[in-house]
């Protein structure tokens, strides 16, 4: 079975520059997370999706920040413009439970790292 | 804002012993879940103990959990060189619907 895919591994910007992150999770999979991993911290939730709907965006700094997920399968998240601040591993994963059930096993895939200059 | 705190932040021991991390945390849960992340790659799910549950083993691995606490541990036995990588703790709190992950342990296993 295939993992969750994520790309690019790396990138690096200038501030005030956009960037994209793509995710492509398990078949089948019905949750999809992204989670924002600052160097020495544990993730952070930005957002979840059930299928192609938000289900929580509440962290998530939407005057600069965007995702979605079109056909409730693949999903991009965009930083514009970035900040200094926002240089981090953003992690995506998966689950095949869905929103109203407990949380179980995340899937994760390898991240993609942000150095924002 | 992350749910879980580990005790201790680093730990180094020699291969063949056990290494423990502590979690604590503060609100209630439905369930409890340990992750390993090694350097530069994605969080790989290791156990997950339920509110009800008070231990859990597999494997090498043994994680206990005592709700009235707010507290888990996870018990590595007889470590390995592999073994070497962050751990963290992560809580599906009740009414949330997703997962807060704490800060980490950092466990070096010496050869």
């Known amino acids: 079975e295939a993992g969750v895919a994520q790309s690019p591994r790396y990138k690096i910007i200038e501030k005030r520059q956009s960037v994209a992150f793509w995710c492509n999770p398990i078949?089948?999979?019905?949750?999809l997370y992204w989670y924002q991993q600052i160097l020495g911290q544990g993730p952070k939730l930005l957002i979840q999706?059930?299928?192609?709907?938000?289900?929580?965006d509440s962290q998530l700094p939407k005057d600069r920040f965007s995702a979605e997920r079109l056909k409730g399968v693949d999903s991009t998240l965009k930083i514009q413009p970035a900040k200094l601040e926002d240089s981090a591993v953003y992690l995506c994963?998966?689950?095949?439970?869905?929103?109203?059930?407990?949380?179980?096993?995340?899937?994760f895939g390898e991240g993609s790292r942000l150095t924002v200059l | 804002s992350q749910q879980g705190e580990e005790d201790p932040q680093a730990l180094s021991i020699q291969e063949g012993e056990n290494a423990t991390m502590n979690c604590s945390y503060k609100?209630?849960?439905?369930?409890l879940q340990w992750y390993r992340q090694n350097s530069g790659r994605g969080l790989v799910h290791l156990i997950l103990?339920?509110?009800?549950?008070r231990e859990k083993h597999s494997g090498r691995l043994r994680v206990t959990l005592d709700t009235s606490k707010k507290s888990s541990s996870l018990l590595i036995t007889a470590s390995r060189a592999a073994d070497t990588a962050s751990y963290f703790c992560?809580?599906?709190?009740?009414?949330?619907?997703?997962?807060?992950f704490g800060t980490g342990t950092r466990l070096t296993v010496i050869p």
């Open positions: 994963a998966s689950s095949t439970l869905g929103w109203e059930e407990n949380t179980g096993e995340l899937f």
């Open positions: 078949s089948g999979h019905a949750t």
């Open positions: 999706f059930q299928n192609n709907g938000v289900v929580d």
């Open positions: 609100t209630s849960i439905n369930n």
């Open positions: 103990i339920r509110s009800n549950e």
């Open positions: 992560a809580t599906d709190q009740t009414g949330a619907n997703n997962l807060f």
